[in-house]
C-alpha cells in the first residue's frame, strides 16, 4: 500500500527506496512530472510543498494553465459481457452506467476505508 501526502489540491505517493535509502514519489494526477525526495517524513513534505509552490509560481511566470489535477473523467475498460451486465443491472435501477459504475466506486472506497 503507498502513502499519499496532499498539499494545496495536490497529491503526492511516498514510498520508501531501499536502494537510495531515502524517501521518494511523485505528484500523482497530473500531466507533469514531479518527482519529490527526502531523508525523513519531514524532509520529504517540505520538499513535495516547495515543488508544487515552484511548480505554480513557474506556470504563473510563464502564463502556463497548471496540470489540471483530476478531471473527473476516465476510460474504463471491461469485457463485453460485463458492459453489458452492468448496463441491464443500471436500467434496473432506473439510472445510468455511469451513475450505476460511480455508486459502485463510492461503495468500494466506503468499504476499504473502513
Not at 527506496?17 to 531523508?39: M, T, W
Amino acid at each position: 500500500m503507498m502513502n499519499i501526502m496532499e498539499y494545496k489540491g495536490y497529491h503526492a505517493h511516498v514510498e520508501y527506496s531501499q536502494e537510495d535509502k531515502c524517501l521518494v514519489g511523485k505528484v500523482i494526477g497530473i500531466e507533469d512530472l514531479i518527482l519529490i525526495y527526502g531523508d525523513s517524513v519531514s524532509e520529504f513534505e517540505k520538499d513535495f510543498h516547495e515543488a508544487i509552490d515552484d511548480y505554480l509560481d513557474m506556470c504563473e511566470r510563464h502564463g502556463k494553465v497548471p496540470s489540471k489535477r483530476y478531471s473527473g473523467n476516465f476510460k474504463l475498460r471491461l469485457t463485453p459481457e460485463l458492459h453489458c451486465d452492468l448496463s441491464i443491472a443500471a436500467s434496473r435501477e432506473g439510472t445510468s452506467l455511469n451513475s450505476y459504475v460511480a455508486d459502485a466506486c463510492l461503495q468500494k472506497l466506503h468499504k476499504s476505508a473502513s
